[in-house]
């Protein structure tokens, strides 16, 4: 316990010692880089001389392309290309609505098979009606 | 306009000079490093950022940087006259160590530890920032740092007893 304690109060004694025999400059080498570094002037900072120029170049320049449409121009070249992209990405034919107000009007579109009995049908009571109107068959030669 | 780091110059020389003193030992050279050291920090003043710890760190980052480049850079040619006799260095072996020549014998990364705490007098949490460590490893590292420098001081005084010994006439 005892030899505890020493070994600390010597460790005290030794950073005492360490910090008393810092080693120390000379006054005049002090005074002379004093003197150096008080002569030389700090650069004023321009950071916020330069955010302000950036931004009233822009506003110029935004100013300029407005008055001759050049945003208008910028937005629907914009508009374009998100069309002209949709168009790429989207591979679909064109979409039909099946259940619209003509689509119930008209109904579905006739087959040509259907067509063409109808129209065998219609021919056939033709005839049938002109050999009633004759009473006889027509002459055919 | 951002806070400026060198605003009072005066404390901060000191304690960048006594860290770069503890690293590279007392002299011109020291002197040398922390005038480049200031230099440096004049030129990059704007770039301080004091969210990202005290001027003083900053400073000492600058300054480690500087040692650094300085041990890269090739060693002057020693004349003739300026090489170190070997019975010369024999002689200081057995004179007395101070404490800031124990400090010397220290290995590398001790001497940075002991040149933060007690040079530059940051504190643990400092130098952590500074070595990139937690906190915690700083600590414990600088224990075992000041325990290394108490057994070279207590190794120098009993070969200097030794040697005080050997040096006695004999009586008998």
């Known amino acids: 316990m ?10 005290l004694d030794l950073e005492r010692e360490l910090r008393a025999s810092r080693p120390q400059p000379r006054d005049e080498f002090v005074q002379m880089l004093e003197d150096r570094v008080h002569e030389t002037p700090r650069r004023a900072t321009r950071g916020g001389f330069r955010i302000a120029f950036v931004g ?10 407005a008055a001759v449409g050049g945003l208008g121009q910028a937005a629907s070249a914009v508009g374009d290309v998100a069309v002209t992209a949709q168009r790429i990405v989207n591979t679909q034919g064109p979409t039909i609505v099946k259940k619209s107000s003509a689509a119930s009007q008209y109904g579905k579109p006739a087959t040509k098979k259907k067509i063409k009995k109808k129209v065998k049908a219609k021919k056939k009571v033709k005839a049938k009606k002109q050999v009633r109107r004759a009473g006889r068959p027509r002459f055919t030669g | 306009m951002a806070r400026d780091p060198l605003a009072d110059p005066g404390p901060l020389i000191r304690r960048v000079y006594a860290y770069v003193a503890y690293r590279v030992g007392e ?73 800031a020549q124990a400090v010397e014998r220290l ?59 050997r040096e006695r006439p004999s009586t008998l």
């Not at chain 2, 005038?35 to 003083?56: C, I, K, M, Q, W």
């Not at chain 2, 207590?154 to 030794?162: L, N, R, S």
């Open chain 1, 2 to 11: 005892r030899g505890f304690f020493r070994s600390r109060d010597e460790g």
């Open chain 1, 56 to 65: 009233a170049i822009t506003a110029c320049m935004l100013f300029a392309l």
């Open chain 2, 27 to 99: 002299g011109a050279e020291a002197e040398d490093l922390t005038s480049e050291t200031f230099e440096r920090a004049l030129r990059y003043r704007d770039s301080y950022d004091p969210r990202r710890g005290e001027p003083v760190a900053w400073l000492i980052g600058i300054a480690r940087r500087c040692i650094e480049g300085g041990r890269l850079r090739p060693e002057p040619v020693a004349t003739a006259g300026e090489t170190a006799d070997p019975l010369d260095v024999e002689g200081s072996t057995i004179e007395r160590l101070t404490l």
């Open chain 2, 107 to 165: 290995d590398e990364r001790d001497r940075e530890l002991i040149a933060l705490r007690y040079g530059s007098d940051l504190s643990a949490r400092q130098i952590a920032e500074v070595l990139e460590l937690r906190t915690n490893a700083v600590e414990v590292a600088l224990h075992r740092a000041l325990a290394r420098l108490r057994k070279l001081l207590e190794g120098d005084e009993a070969a200097q007893a030794d040697t005080r010994l």
